[in-house]
């Protein structure tokens, strides 16, 4: 099942490139091949919603966590595989008469295409020889279903007669190839099981990401989800922390006590927002089947996730901000509306209008989407007046950032706390930065002249 996100989401979780260079793609596409990056591409683009889908993209990726056999992979020799398979001339005949005459004719005028012939037969013979000794090594070892299915299908292409042959002892020069080898493997590879061949290459991507992905748990500390299939929502994190940032403070959260909103609050810069995106991240990640940034991540399958984070006018349509806040509430209700299982994350609901109402409008939403159920939203907040008319409503979970004021100056520890902060850092903030002193600055200079 489909597992829908929007462009809004996907910017303002930086899950793809975006201007500062840095994407949560960028962590998780570091393959080995182009192709295996190609692939992660296409499948980071697809989460799902599927509970037997998310759990065997899980169980593969265990596999190659929980043993050390490797496929060594090399991007310099399947790149230069890709080349020769799609290089213009025609593949060669299988014949002795035919393959004399290529060698000859090769030997007395230098062709480039059959060069790469030459050299994209080596290169495949070599991947195919480590492909064998892989295989081998997995033998004894459980391997999860489609895996197996892919393995499988490796096997079968290198009981081929010819490629048998050949691997046993696979050569390790051009030279060692006879003209006869040559034109008949360049026939089977390109013609005759080309397509079994673009098989086996594709499984390689396939096992290069699932590498990837496998070696990421073991050098970063990231873990596989587990997945909640009880009635109830759930979504429990154990030690999150945004995978962009280069010294991330972690936290853990959890629904609990039959709650479905959390209510955040807290001074500027102390973490909200961070928190925010880490916790879209993970349930984005989540429904991908892949690691995340967590010591432990339990969570129910949704059937969606939509953020207001870093939302901007839309000039295309003369919106003002405000609109364009009140237009993207109403996208969501509407998506809510439809029954869906959806998880909504809103950073300073209605930031682009007055304060009263700014303050009437979030009270009335947040009160109704509390009500609403098999939903989770993550809703902040600078207007702590909006906290103290929420207080007892049930289905709340309020949670805070806080600092500490040391030598008039704010410092965070960005730790996730219970509660309602009653903290307004905004001024000290402006009066730390000596703006007015500048703007006086400016008014006396001009009064001398």
Request: hydrophobic residues 40%.
């Amino acid at each position: 099942m489909f597992f829908e996100i929007d462009k809004q989401t996907s910017d303002d979780l930086e899950l793809f490139d975006n201007r500062t260079g840095k994407s949560i793609f960028a962590v998780y596409g570091r393959t080995a091949t182009k192709g295996g990056q190609e692939l992660m591409n296409k499948l980071f683009r697809g989460p799902a919603s599927d509970l037997d889908f998310l759990q065997c993209r899980k169980a593969e990726i265990n596999f190659f966590f929980n043993n050390n056999h490797c496929l060594k992979l090399s991007a310099r020799t399947i790149d230069f595989i890709e080349h020769y398979l799609k290089v213009k001339r025609s593949p060669l005949h299988n014949n002795i008469i035919d393959a004399t005459y290529d060698g000859i004719m090769n030997v007395i005028s230098p062709d480039g295409d059959y060069w790469i012939i030459k050299s994209g037969i080596l290169y495949t013979v070599q991947l195919l020889s480590d492909l064998k000794k892989f295989i081998e090594e997995t033998e004894e070892l459980e391997i999860p279903s489609n895996l197996l299915s892919d393995f499988e299908l490796i096997r079968k292409f290198l009981s081929i007669n010819a490629i048998r042959k050949i691997i046993i002892d696979p050569p390790q020069n051009i030279k060692d190839f006879n003209y006869k080898e040559i034109n008949s493997l360049d026939y089977l590879f390109r013609r005759s099981h080309n397509n079994q061949l673009r098989e086996v290459i594709g499984i390689v991507y396939k096992i290069d990401i699932l590498q990837t992905l496998s070696r990421i748990m073991k050098k970063e500390g990231y873990v596989l989800p587990e997945y909640s299939t009880g009635e109830a929502n759930v979504f429990e994190v154990a030690d999150a922390f945004h995978p962009l940032l280069s010294s991330p403070v972690v936290n853990s959260f959890s629904f609990s006590n039959g709650s479905n909103l959390c209510f955040l609050t807290g001074p500027n810069m102390s973490g909200k927002s961070t928190f925010l995106k880490t916790m879209g991240i993970i349930i984005y990640l989540s429904h991908l089947g892949f690691p995340v940034p967590a010591k432990k991540v339990k969570i129910s399958i949704f059937q969606g996730l939509f953020t207001t984070i870093n939302l901007s006018d839309n000039l295309d349509f003369g919106y003002s901000h405000f609109y364009s806040e009140v237009k993207r509430v109403k996208e969501i209700a509407s998506k809510i509306s439809a029954e869906r299982k959806l998880i909504v994350i809103f950073d300073e609901l209605f930031r682009g209008t007055n304060v009263k109402d700014a303050y009437e409008a979030s009270l009335m939403i947040i009160s109704a989407l509390a009500n609403i159920k098999n939903n989770l939203f993550f809703i902040s907040t600078h207007i702590l007046e909006v906290a103290e008319n929420l207080n007892k409503k049930e289905r709340i979970l309020f949670k805070c950032f806080e600092s500490d004021l040391v030598d008039h100056t704010p410092m965070y520890d960005f730790k996730i706390k219970e509660g309602i902060s009653q903290e307004r850092m905004g001024m000290i903030i402006v009066n730390n930065e000596k703006i007015i002193e500048i703007l006086n600055g400016v008014v006396e200079s001009q009064q001398n002249y």
